[in-house]
């Protein structure tokens, strides 16, 4: 991404220099791909920032975590009151926000920018999310505005994010909704491969169906073109790829998140999880000839069952975009920022990975109630849902009789009954909580905040413990 970002630069006319620790790959790009181009080759770090104009601009694009660490040592000596450093990796936006304390403490600005689109991104426009110091913002927006990919109305996907790191904490959320919303779209293709026994083809051509609609999206795309690929004696690819997924971090950093704010972020949880049991495949071999389920059948016509997934896959996704906003706001309260939501959707319509038609229904909902709490409360969604969900419990009940695996889809239905119930029996786990450690409980004929202890066997007395939440 790094030699691509260079790339998109120089070829939008930003004059930049270059330096990688590896004099091989600095030379083969700086004499290859970087050749007649506006990218200078530096052999050092004190000549790279030599080679800048003030206020110096230094991106960084190496791993997350300690790498990060060394790099900002290493050039700060060389650095000027007013220089800007930006990370663009995916760094935890905590380490961002220290960084930029610490930066800021010393005369620097610093900026933490999550960029999304792969390589391809970085070099045709990818999404960027910068935040950090806001008076290094001036400096770095007509250079990463120029790089960032354009929506139809020629806005480009890169705005200010806000304070500290919530920039890389936006790139987490969409690094979480990316999760989600590759589970969705891997069990629906589960579905169709084992209950409806579908082929590749067959797959293919409903996925390509589903893209020039309301579930078109970058990530159905590609699954379309990933179904058509042949690989030797012309047998399918997919077919030959082995099902244990790997992951970065990303999606489990936002359910950490998600559980430090407290944010019900179950769908996108359940997706990290499935890429951890899937992880276990010597395990999962051994048990599935050792423990039973039912035999897969399907007796429905298969034509209207796969409308059913569609809609179903709709309805999960939505879900899956509200639970990830929900955390964005629970987050923005909890750290003190200043989120705009809109614009967060409008950068992610373009140049990203979950780029999808559905961008532009949350843009509206947020334009047209800024202080929305959920999205499932926007007129739009609530009546999306409320037409789609009736398809997600038939294509779950039909997926549960056959004994596929559909964790991510049976997450959503399970929050979207859950946020839609008045009444939850978390009545009786208060009383549990009371009986056996006094934690107390609130009375529904009683002012809220007002806390009771019972004595549920005549032997506990009337002291009780401290209320609190972790």
Not at 19 to 31: G, T
Not at 125 to 133: A, D, F, K, R, W
Not at 229 to 248: H, M, S, T, Y
Request: with cysteine.
């Amino acid at each position: 991404m790094g030699e691509n970002l260079a790339l998109n630069m120089a070829g939008k006319g930003v004059a930049v220099s270059v330096f990688d620790v590896s004099k091989e790959k600095l030379e083969k790009f700086v004499f290859g791909r970087g050749h007649g181009k506006k990218i200078h080759g530096c052999s050092s770090i004190q000549e790279l920032i030599a080679s800048l104009e003030r206020p110096r601009k230094i991106m960084l694009m190496v791993p997350a975590g300690k790498p990060v660490d060394e790099i900002i040592q290493a050039i700060i000596a060389f650095l000027d009151e007013g220089d800007i450093v930006i990370d663009g990796g995916n760094s935890h936006f905590s380490d961002t926000s220290r960084r930029t304390r610490m930066l800021e403490g010393q005369g620097l600005l610093y900026v933490g920018a999550g960029i999304s689109g792969g390589e391809e991104g970085a070099l045709l426009g990818p999404s960027i999310m910068p935040g950090g110091s806001g008076a290094a913002w001036q400096s770095v927006r007509p250079i990463f505005q120029a790089i960032a990919a354009k929506v139809d109305d020629g806005v480009p996907c890169c705005d200010w994010i806000g304070e500290e790191g919530s920039g890389h904490f936006v790139k987490m959320v969409h690094n979480g909704i990316e999760y989600g919303d590759m589970q969705l779209i891997c069990e629906v293709y589960d579905v169709m491969r084992t209950l409806l026994c579908m082929t590749t083809d067959e797959m293919h051509a409903v996925f390509k169906q589903w893209s020039d609609g309301e579930l078109g999206s970058y990530l159905i795309e590609i699954t379309a073109d990933i179904l058509t690929a042949q690989g030797e004696n012309g047998l399918p690819v997919i077919d030959k790829i082995l099902d244990k997924a790997g992951q970065k971090g990303t999606g489990k950093w936002a359910v950490v998140t998600a559980l430090d704010v407290a944010a019900p972020l179950t769908l996108i949880t359940e997706a990290v999880f499935a890429r951890v049991l899937s992880s276990m495949k010597d395990e999962r071999v051994l048990a599935s000839r050792a423990l039973k389920g039912p035999e897969v059948h399907f007796s429905g016509d298969r034509r209207t069952f796969i409308d059913e997934l569609g809609k179903a896959l709709y309805a999960a996704k939505i879900i899956s975009y509200a639970q990830g906003y929900q955390l964005m706001r629970v987050a923005a309260t909890d750290f003190g920022w200043k989120l705009n939501y809109g614009g967060i959707a409008l950068m992610w319509r373009g140049g990203c990975i979950i780029r999808s038609a559905l961008l532009a229904k949350i843009k509206n909902a947020f334009d047209l109630n800024p202080e929305l709490a959920n999205l499932l409360m926007d007129p739009f969604f609530t009546e999306a849902v409320a037409q789609s969900q009736a398809s997600l419990r038939t294509v779950l009940r039909e997926a549960i009789r056959s004994g596929i695996p559909t964790p991510a889809m049976s997450s959503a239905l399970a929050y979207y009954d859950g946020y839609r119930s008045a009444n939850l029996p978390a009545n009786l786990l208060q009383a549990q909580r009371d009986y056996f450690g006094a934690h107390q409980y609130e009375r529904v004929d009683m002012p809220r905040g007002v806390y009771f202890h019972s004595n549920w066997t005549g032997r506990g007395g009337e002291t009780a413990s401290t209320v609190y939440s972790a």
